[in-house]
């Protein structure tokens, strides 16, 4: 342990960022590109191998990758990714796919060591709510989203959700996997992305808490699962990951707000280690989760913590985005840093130790319950699940729970365990406090790991918890969240493959 770190201490003196903005991430002109290429070569002490060459003269400002996100119902932010840095970033709009006629504009294009693209931020404002408006970002297609409906229209409506989906096809879950991967997926079955495009009219936006790509899966996907891929090192392997995930998904972010979580394969390189490989081997840009803050904006408050923790509504509910991987307050630690379950080094991103349960205290404590009756809590970790005990995230119960619990969180929606799993109205302590979904007087914990993991679905730990009302290891699935009306809430368990229904509950509430 105490030569990993020190290993890891050496090899972070020799990686000094040489652009940082005020978040610290690199805000690098493209002039630069040929010299920074260069400084990526193994240390002093022979640990870090790895070096490429990228093209920085074709497509330069093409746009790729486009991600929307909600921004309040009057606004929506707008992303995408570019081989070279825009100086001023521009999103064309309007309400007719043929007049585009507004221009919204920032100068937010950044990076980060070791990323081969720019990463493109615009906020648009003073939209009209529930509206669809037509876009085109340097050019690209015209593309179309439309705006959330604001806090207190009660019009029913479905969102989808999604945790730990990763890559799918060549890169990520595929049917030509080694033989000890449980459930495949088979030949021709319809993934879970695949399934949010073909399904796109059933919801309105979709939300991801945590474990997006799987891009550090880079080395087991070069060492153990013999792909057809040469990766030949971390900045090509990393990079050809995220590409075919954030291509992917654009199909459905580009049109949808996607908002997002944080999880632990966003952590580092190389998910706190693998075989051989110490976390140690990951370049500066590749730990801290970088990759994270740079690549998306969310509604958070512009601070290094903007991704990882936030609430925003959406009519009838109220949704809250908690961080499981960082900034627990002492004596607790986030999973993923020095101290954490997980075995990693990274660091917390709050302001302070107790950043994140302040900002969620004062976030539950003013949810008008009248505008918003319904509060979702949604975050990576699981602490009531279908799960060896060891698999639980217990910090986060001792954290996360009371909190919910006090301010009469509704349901609480998390993953990291590859499969789903539904629980009873629960208390703390997992006493169950009814078996039962009419007028529940605790928070009731749907699990849903199982978007498409490629390493697999987990196995279901039995006998089951008491708790644990349903749970189901064989199939790839997203989740629906459908609100009625202010006492009516449904919840259903997708089968991504034939989009039927695994399991649904609706959940009976005056609020
Ligand atoms: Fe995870």
């Known amino acids: 342990m105490l030569s990993i770190l020190a290993i890891a201490a050496v090899a972070g003196s020799v990686r000094a960022a040489p652009w940082t903005n005020e978040h610290g991430l690199i805000e690098r002109d493209q002039t630069s590109a040929s010299s920074w290429s260069n400084q990526w ?34 606004g929506m932010s707008v992303s995408w990714s570019t081989n070279g840095r825009n100086v001023v970033p521009t999103v064309l709009y309007g309400t007719s796919n043929s007049s585009l006629n507004w221009t919204a504009t920032s100068s937010v294009s950044i990076t980060y060591e070791t990323s081969l693209k720019w990463e ?151 998910n706190g280690g693998y075989k051989q490989y110490p976390e140690a081997i990951c370049t500066a840009g590749l730990t801290n989760f970088t990759e994270y803050k740079v690549r998306w904006n969310m509604p958070g408050d512009g601070s290094a913590s903007n991704n990882f923790w936030y609430s925003f509504d959406v009519g009838m509910a109220h949704y809250l985005i908690f961080d499981t991987e ?36 004062q976030d539950l404590a003013s949810v008008n319950r009248t505008q918003t009756p319904w509060v979702i809590a949604m975050g990576h970790r699981p602490w009531y699940v279908s799960a060896a005990p060891e698999d639980r995230f217990m910090s986060g119960l001792a954290v996360f729970e009371p909190l919910f619990e006090a301010a009469n969180v509704d349901v609480v929606m998390q993953g990291h365990v590859h499969l789903i799993s539904r629980s009873y109205p629960v208390h703390q302590n997992g006493t169950v406090q009814q078996y039962n979904y009419t007028e529940p007087q605790a928070p009731v914990y749907l699990v849903n790991g199982a978007a498409g993991h490629y390493d697999g679905l987990d196995k279901e730990y039995t006998p089951l918890y008491d708790y644990i009302a349903f749970a189901n290891d064989t199939m790839y699935s997203y989740s629906k969240l459908t609100f009625h009306n202010s006492t009516h809430l449904t919840h259903q368990f997708m089968a991504s493959g034939d989009n039927s229904v695994i399991d649904a509950i609706t959940i009976e509430k005056t609020h």
């Open 120 to 270: 493109n931020h615009v906020v648009l404002e003073n939209l009209e709510p529930n509206t669809k408006y037509y876009y085109s970002v340097c050019g690209s297609p015209v593309n179309s989203f439309t705006t959330a409906r604001c806090a207190g229209d009660m019009t029913p409506y479905t969102a989808a959700v999604v945790v730990d989906m990763g890559a799918m096809g060549e890169y990520g879950l595929r049917h030509n996997l080694p033989s000890d991967i449980s459930n495949p997926i088979p030949a021709n079955q319809t993934n879970t992305i695949q399934r949010l495009v073909a399904q796109m009219d059933d919801y309105e936006f979709v939300v991801h808490p945590g474990d997006m790509a799987y891009a550090d899966y880079w080395v087991k996907e070069q060492v153990t699962h013999g792909s057809n891929l040469t990766l030949t090192d971390q900045v090509l392997g990393y990079n050809a990951i995220n590409d075919a995930f954030f291509n992917e998904v654009a199909e459905v972010a580009s049109k949808k707000a996607y908002m997002v979580g944080v999880g632990n394969h966003e952590a580092n390189c190389i």
């Open 41 to 74: 070569q193994p240390d002093a002490n022979g640990v870090v191998h790895y070096g490429f060459n990228a093209t920085f003269n074709q497509g330069y400002w093409n746009a790729s990758q486009i991600r929307t996100a909600y921004r309040g119902c009057n």
């Open 326 to 361: 960082t900034d627990l307050p002492p004596p607790y630690y986030g999973a993923d840093v020095i101290g954490g379950v997980a075995g990693m080094y990274e660091s917390n991103v709050g302001a302070y130790p107790t950043a994140q349960v302040d900002f969620i205290k």
